[in-house]
């Protein structure tokens, strides 16, 4: 199995890897820190699963040595490129927020919830609440990584 | 308040637009019944009395006179009533009765415009023309020469006058207004007369100057006003201007009260819920039509025609200006009639379509099209018009609706005999040859062919026709016809036809190439395309993969964004990444030219769809560098290639170039921050050591190996003398190297400790390091900040119950306190010198040790110079200075970030603990945001803990350090918006390079100051660079600064000595990191770019603080 977690934070990204490596045998991880490098891994279509956080910067640094600007709503762009390349990638959307905003849009992660299954399925398969001092999270990711696994 | 206060304050607030204040005052019932008891005023004069109209603009007068019409609609009503009265009996022909109804309405309106013109008109129609000369003299008799007996003789005039023609009309009109600016002297006669002419007479809006109309009826009857009102209300609808059609409905419903078949037409036009039941009010105009038809003018041509043809005939005659004495009410009572016809007799449904676009036409009002024929539509069930955009595609739509052969029973026999029928014969063509489409398309086609209709509807017969096939071939070959048209008019709008077909027929890269075409010729027919249609069709995954081989995906949704504002801009950079992909290439420049088949559409799609926000993010380019040397290798590409863009490419260029060079510069500074300007301490060191040093070589070597006893009196006489043996280095060498040391560290002109503060201690590390807690709104910007809660959430943590409000300020003190602590701790302990071993704070660990002394005075050799001497101090300085940095580094890095973490984390639990008492999940977004952003801001501070590399910036121009100030100003306060308004040197003199960094420092420390100070979100600043007789002045204003509460100053005097106070304020802080920074401004112009210096701080005004820095220039200029 293949899978792809798209996270900028480190921490986060080795808690998710965690879980992936306690949950699915047999599994290739890779990482893309930022909306470029995950949909140029994507893009080569040989991905099962993408575990994507939705706010995520566009390249991983400026070349003035500050950081990319986060993009409140990546991940969602990164499920609309799938879904319009016609991919059958699975998605995970794995986010620490439960409210968004980028100045012209505001939602509530149910808000967004519904927005994905309205428009994402069957790519997008579910959202997870990441909590950083909090396990209540892995086991809803592990129940839905093994769901997808056992489809796939 | 008294009523007739409260009437004045009431009529006042109109004028305002304060409406909300209005309606409360009108809510009052002394006001209410002052109004109403107060007679009707007559002239508009009594109302302008106290309604001094501020800004005549067409929508705030509508507003304003709907609420000053709905006050006094039962005095309109009656009005109406008599207005009503008066029409029927015209139209029944009792044209006494008709004279008594006048005299009523003047006896209890005044005089009037429309009363004196009916009474003319009466007069007219019974051929009583002494009774009009009689009128005028006993107007002029009344009034004199007034103006507004000028304007109702005139007008009156020109409007009885028989056989007089539209062309006549006007050109009568101008030579009035000639003559009435003769005795008049003023505009606004002529002004009224003019909008007179075209409101009522002409189909020109464009020349319409509703201020002219306004200003020139204040002394107007209101009975007059209130009709101009109504019929501006008609031409706003008619401008089918989005948001046009909601305020009118909102200013219908504020009239509700007003009786008026007017405005229920338009309530019915506009799909509002009318009073008058629907039926009669299409009923209503049988009466005039029949007056009409009993016209003299119009029986010879009545004779020759079926009933309904009558209409079309009298349209015509309209038209042609013989029907010039009825005015909207005609208009109005013949689309009414219109409709009548096609709700009552089916049957001649094609005729009352043609009355109906006629009288449209002849009065420009397109914009009531949609509604109308939508009416008609709903009526009959027939197919939806709205899809269709033009109003003769609209017609097309509801003629082919008629599928009934009954209903063509009135096209003549021949389509040549309607060609040289009087009118418009297209238009004709149209219906006829469309009931000629079914069963004899091909001889259709040829007739359509063999007049050579030049217009739109040509095309349009000629389009449908050939796509009624639903073949790709015939689009084609209709698209190649409309494109040789010469005239720009039908050309476009046949364009627009094609395009609309094509969609239609799902021909999409035959209506993006169209739309391109249209794009080119007039951009002002894009409005015309069926633009929701095509949209949802490109984007669909069906089409999309057809589509990607063009640029003209790109291009066209391009179009439209800078039009009109696409929903998802992120469909442009999928459509330029599949063209390049389709293509096999990675960058547009190596598109072959055959890709875009049209060397404009690669101009086109070099210039505006290779953008960097487009280029952001597509493959290919993997990051914001390589997107923006892309997008300058493209405008070199433009530059050399497209001359018509050579201009605004060259701007661009030098604009990324300009910008890039800001941020390589402010790299520069921001990677290492800690300097010591040691050429000029080396200067400094050898004047004061070229004797001494020599001395002390000597004595070190000399005595190299050496133990020194060196004797000291006894602390007590039993002791004696006590003898110390100690290290010729310490004794010799020790206070030399102090005197260096503290130059390195201390000098105030060149050392370490004044750089450190200036760049960083001073503001600027505190700035750093809350910039993304001042973006997420956890912390404030000013100076005299709370630094306790955080302000943009007060509102969500307000909403909280009492536990989680108290909670959450329990935990944003913690917060802030450990956040404020993190930065004392930067500010005051790490980025402090530490000259003494005992003393405990200063991350710079600069004290003396004995293992340096020994370091230095084993390198010293009998033939070492001072200078040498010198050099070799400044390198062991900033050797230990560097062990100081990498320390420093590590300790932000890993135990500052640590208890930043921590202190995010703690304030992340108690958010979501306090989920349970209220919707807190923006806040804790913002916090989880705002940590992750603090790290980069940490890791920023890291990178100034270096050393500074040496300068060797370029010559630069003044504006250049300005825009790398404001760079660095604008990143540490991200929330503030800037407002920077520059006026450079004339002569754009170059400044020295080795004065950028010193420059920038001045400029940041300005602006720094502003952002702090200025209490704003916005601040404005204005900067101003001027040389001058060896003076180089900068002004940097901050027009909008407030002093703090002017207004509770209570006297002139006090606002004075607050000014001082102030000015006084921004020069103090010398010695701390907590003043104004002005001598820091002032140590770095004179010391570093070694300038003499003056500096005037003042406000101007209370929102004034005016920054004004002179130097001398020699130094700096190149």
Redesign the interface.
Known sequence: VRILIVEDQLKKREQVRAVVESTVNDVSIEEAPSYYAALDRILKGDLDVVLLDMTIPIYEDQHDGHKSPMWIYGGEEVLRQIRRKQMQTKVIIVTAFDYFSDGKLSRSLDDLKIALEAHFRPQYQGTVLYKSGSDSWKQPLSDLLVRLIKAL | MSAAKGVRQLFAAVAQHDYERAEALWARPEVRERISRKAFPQNYGQLTAVYETRQPELVDELVGQAFIFSKFSEKLNGLLRLKGRFYACVFASRFEDARNVLAEVRKSYGWSLWQVESQFALNYELDNHEENRKLIERLIETSGKSRSINLFAATCFLRSGPGITTHIYRQLCYVIERELRKVTGGGNDAEYLRYSALVWNSPVLDALSFRAVVVSEQDAALVDRYRTFVLALNRFLADSVEGNTPLVGKLLSDLKDIEDPDLDKLRFVINEPISTPASQLLASADEYLAYLRSEPRLQAHAEEVVDVDRLILQARAYARGLLEHGEVTTLESRIVKALAQVFGRATEFESAVGALDAVLRRYSMAGWAPHLFSAVTAETNAVPVSIFHSRIAQLHGLTAAVTNPQKRRYFPATISSLSSAPGDPCEHALLQIYDLWAAHREQAIDQVRRLKLPGVTGAFIVLHLHASGGAHEEVVGTYVLVSSWSEPYYRCRGLVLVANSAIELGELGLACKVIWELWQDNNRYLGGILWTRLLQDLLS?DQ?PTMRRSPLLAVVLHLYESKYGLEQR?VIS?AFQDFLEAHSVRSALDLPANAFGDVAIRGYFLEHVCTTDVM??T?YL????AVEAERLRICQAIENQFPEFEARARNEIRSILEHDLV??R??TL??GRVYVDTDALREELFATLKERFPNVRDYLIANRGKQLAIEFDALSRDQGRLMVETNPTLVALEPIYRLVRDAFVLSKRFGMNTYVSAEMRHGMVEAQLKSSLLKWGLVETSVSASGRGAPSWNAQISSLDEQGRRSMERAFERFNMAITKIVTDIRDDLLQMKLQPDVTKGGFALEIRRENLDQIASHIQPQTSTEEFIQMMMIHLWSITDVSLARLRGVVDKSIRHVATSAF?QL??DV?TCAAHGDV??L??AV??AR??FE?DLS?VV?WLQRAQPDNFEDFRFMEAWDTAHEMIR?MFPNLRFAVTSQEAQDDRSFKGFGFRHMVRVLALALENVAIRSNLADPEVSVSVQVDEGKLTIRIVNTVATLSEPQHLAANADLDRRMLELQSEHLSGVDTEKGSGLPKIKKIITSDLASDCEIVVRYDNPSSFRLELQMSTDQVLV
């Open positions: 995954l999309w992120r999928d952001e993010g493959r993997p990051s914001m560098r941020r390589r402010l790299k921001d990677e984390d992340i639990d979501e999940g923006a804790r977004t989880i945001s992750a952003d980069g920023v990178k990143r």
